[in-house]
């Protein structure tokens, strides 16, 4: 089925689940055909002699396929969008400002010098040059800080420092360096115009004019603008709160030797790492229960403490506890999406509050991968952030890539700028060996479309950066 719902299969079409892309997907088998009913006609093509090869049993429907867009356009609908909350703005950087900041002050507060130098009238300098300077009395100086009203006259100049208040009469500063430094008299050898080096009161901000805007990312430069207004708290968009769960009986924690048959649980930490990276507040819950009254009460713990619930695990078709357990919270839909690695997705709204929840993999490879292309842009969306998605690059693969015909591939690799411009990609293995020592070398993951099995050594692939709060 393609992104605008039409069904497009062919005859020979086999299900995603029966498709060998060296992923660790089990093969599903197909169904018996079902016992006939008491009452129901017999044809006489049912009848099989004993020792007879009986019939082929009937091809099974296709499982419906969903595309990444479209499972991403379902969360990025449902995602909500978290109520501004009033911080102090050392606590709001990195977040956006939700509402209009209006000085009520002007900013400077007062006319000030831009530099040091000497303040002066712009008509009592006017031609000066090296040799022919204008001469001028110097009948003071002021230094930052606070200092009591004063004033020049023609032919007088004042020495001031970078950000003391002008005296009156006095309409621009002249640079040290433009002048013979005197104490008594000064000699200008440069006659700058009216206004240079002088900073008028409201000149950055006016009394009544927006400082900040909504929407705008706090950073160092916008803190130092809300303290110089005055302002010490400021309305964000809050981090959302991510809890991270990881399900699966072969899991233990960090701390405990793996057993035959188990695994350390790796997913908690790398998802909860990636969603901080992301900007939210993640929580790290760690392995589920496996007993079902514990496992729902976790849930619902964390469905009541979060705005967005992280499952990492691989569920069973029928008759996982953890899919029961969230059925019972509410509608949650496990699909096949068209992406290798990783098909196996699933989202609902569950709880009370209609929080959203999203399964991943637990394959580790997949699971990473799937938070690059499905969360992260829905933290973003709660963040408020404008650009959701990582900026992408066009590079020429360095060797010869393949992919499955119909799934949209991500692969890990390197990639770097080209001697001669623009950028050049190495994968990092086939795409069919989940290896996280491999995923923690590449810097970036190649997407190969669905409709393209083959892209040449040399031929232009897409590159999907993975910087580090980017």
């Not at 419906?64 to 499972?71: D, G, I």
């Not at 007993?291 to 078709?317: H, I, K, M, Y």
Request: net charge negative; with cysteine; aromatic share 4%.
């Amino acid at each position: 089925m393609t992104e605008d719902g039409t069904d497009r299969t062919v005859p020979g079409y086999r299900d995603t689940t029966a498709l060998d892309l060296r992923s660790g997907t089990p093969v599903r088998d197909v169904p018996s055909p079902s016992p006939a009913v008491a009452g129901a006609p017999v044809h006489e093509t049912t009848a099989i002699d004993r020792g007879a090869v009986p019939p082929p049993p009937a091809t099974a429907e296709p499982v419906p396929l969903r595309s990444v867009e479209q499972h991403l356009d379902e969360i990025l609908t449902a995602v909500p969008q978290p109520d501004p909350i009033e911080l102090a703005v050392l606590d709001a950087q990195g977040l956006l400002c939700a509402e209009e900041v209006v000085s009520q002050r002007a900013l400077p507060a007062f006319d000030q010098a831009a530099l040091d130098g000497y303040a002066a009238r712009a008509l009592d300098v006017e031609g000066a040059t090296p040799a022919e300077p204008a001469h001028l009395s110097v009948v003071g100086e002021t230094v930052a800080g606070p200092s009591g009203p004063a004033s020049i006259g023609p032919g007088m100049a004042q020495k001031v420092a970078a950000g003391a208040m002008l005296p009156a009469g006095a309409d621009v500063v002249v640079p040290v360096v433009w002048t013979d430094g005197g104490m008594a008299t000064v000699a200008v050898h440069a006659g700058p115009l009216a206004g240079t080096y002088v900073r008028r009161a409201g000149d950055d901000v006016a009394p009544g004019t927006t400082a900040v805007q909504v929407g705008t990312p706090i950073g160092p430069a916008q803190i130092s603008l809300l303290a110089a207004v005055g302002r010490d708290r400021v309305q964000v968009r809050p981090r959302p709160r991510v809890a991270v769960l990881s399900a699966g009986s072969e899991l233990v924690e960090i701390s405990t030797p793996p057993g035959p048959g188990q695994v350390v649980d790796v997913n908690s930490y790398a998802l909860a790492a990636a969603a901080r990276d992301a900007g939210a507040e993640a929580y790290r819950w760690g392995v589920l229960p496996a007993e079902p009254r514990r496992l729902s009460e976790v849930l619902e713990s964390q469905l009541l403490r979060s705005d967005l619930v992280l499952v990492a695990g691989t569920f069973a078709s029928e008759g996982d506890p953890v899919q029961e357990a969230l059925a019972a919270l509410g509608p949650m839909q496990f699909s096949q999406l068209t992406m290798h690695p990783g098909p196996v997705q699933a989202f609902g709204r569950l709880g009370p509050d209609s929080v959203p929840v999203i399964c991943v993999p637990g394959e580790p490879v997949a699971a990473l991968v799937a938070f690059e292309v499905f969360v992260r842009p829905a933290i973003r969306m709660m963040l408020g952030k404008r650009q959701l998605f990582r900026r992408t690059v066009q590079a020429i693969a360095a060797e010869r890539l393949l992919s499955p015909l119909g799934y949209r591939q991500y692969l890990h690799g390197q990639v770097m700028r080209h001697p001669d411009g623009g950028y050049v990609v190495e994968p990092l293995g086939d795409g069919g060996e989940a290896m996280l020592a491999r995923m923690a070398r590449a810097n970036c993951l190649i997407v190969i479309d669905e409709d393209v099995t083959e892209v040449a050594a040399g031929g232009l692939v897409t590159v999907m950066p993975l910087l580090l709060g980017g």
